[in-house]
């Protein structure tokens, strides 16, 4: 990943407030009509109360957002900027998308207001889930360790206790160790967790979770996943994808009721 730009005086640390003699920001929204980073956490701080300036700058590494630099290194956001980032949270919070597809959706034309939130009833009259990853086949493409770290912001350290505990596991090819696009999601939200101090051992209760949803799934659909009808083996896989979504926005709502509790 390319290096970003970062001002003289900034002492090899990206700046992300106006340097001193820059114009004011107000004066800058009204020139411009854009805002810094810090007014664009502030902004969205209401509906998004876990934004932050080093989130939204992940989300500007991963290619998901361009804001405009100013000469002096600090970012500028536009209206269209900031309507993309609440999107991007949006497709986060509500449908658990990860960020290979949050970045498809956008390249398709996607918009917040068009969006179809899970459960929503759709054209057809059923009851629509968009599913959060794909179960179907994968694009096949692998990630060395390096590429991983570098595009999570994990620690090295925070790999190896997943992979000892079996929530990723890799490829060893050449001597180098690869992940897949699920498992480069899976230590990007690990590493986001590890803020909070969450770290590999306390994640056996989401694989435990994760494995008994499979298993449940996988009874239920067992006779069609078998089948040797093309037609109906991919009815199976799309059916398959449809209680995936449901079983996440289920447990997402079980534990949203059960932290409210916490917070009366």
């Keep these: 990943m390319a290096a970003q730009a970062t001002p003289a005086d900034s002492g090899g640390l990206e700046l992300d407030v106006p340097p001193q003699g820059a114009p004011p920001e107000g004066e800058l929204g009204k020139r411009q009509k854009s805002l810094t980073i810090g007014a664009v956490c502030k902004a969205l701080g209401e509906e998004f109360p876990d934004i932050s300036i080093s989130k939204i700058r992940y989300l500007e590494d991963q290619k998901l957002l361009t804001p405009r630099r100013t000469p002096g290194g600090y970012r500028l956001y536009t209206q269209g900027d900031v309507a993309r980032l ?25 918009s917040g207001e068009a969006a179809l939130a899970p459960g929503r009833i759709g054209r057809d009259g059923a009851r ?26 994990a620690e090295a350290k925070l790999v190896r206790e997943l992979e000892e505990y079996g929530v990723v596991k890799g490829e060893l090819r050449g001597g180098v160790r690869y992940f ?3 498992e480069r999601e899976i230590i990007a939200a ?5 803020r909070y101090g969450v770290g590999g051992r306390n994640l056996r209760v989401f694989r435990s979770s994760a494995d008994r949803e499979a298993n449940l799934l996988q009874q239920i659909l067992a006779p069609a996943l078998r089948s040797r009808n093309p037609e109906r083996r991919k009815e199976a896989v799309e059916a ?23 917070v009366r």
């Excluded at 658990?96 to 390249?107: G, K, N, T």
């Excluded at 629509?128 to 096949?140: H, L």
């Excluded at 398959?240 to 509790?261: M, P």
């Design 240 to 262: 398959l994808e449809n209680l995936a979504a449901v079983a996440t926005h289920l447990k997402h709502l079980l534990l949203i009721r059960d932290l409210r509790k916490i």
């Design 86 to 110: 609440r999107t991007i949270l949006r497709m986060q919070r509500d449908e658990f998308l990860p960020l290979r597809v949050i970045r498809q959706e956008l390249a398709a034309g996607r």
């Design 128 to 153: 629509a889930w968009r599913p959060s990853v794909s179960v179907g086949e994968a694009t096949g493409a692998l990630y060395s360790m390096g590429d991983v770290l570098e595009d999570t912001k």
């Design 190 to 194: 690990v590493a986001e967790l590890a």
């Design 180 to 182: 897949d696009e699920t």
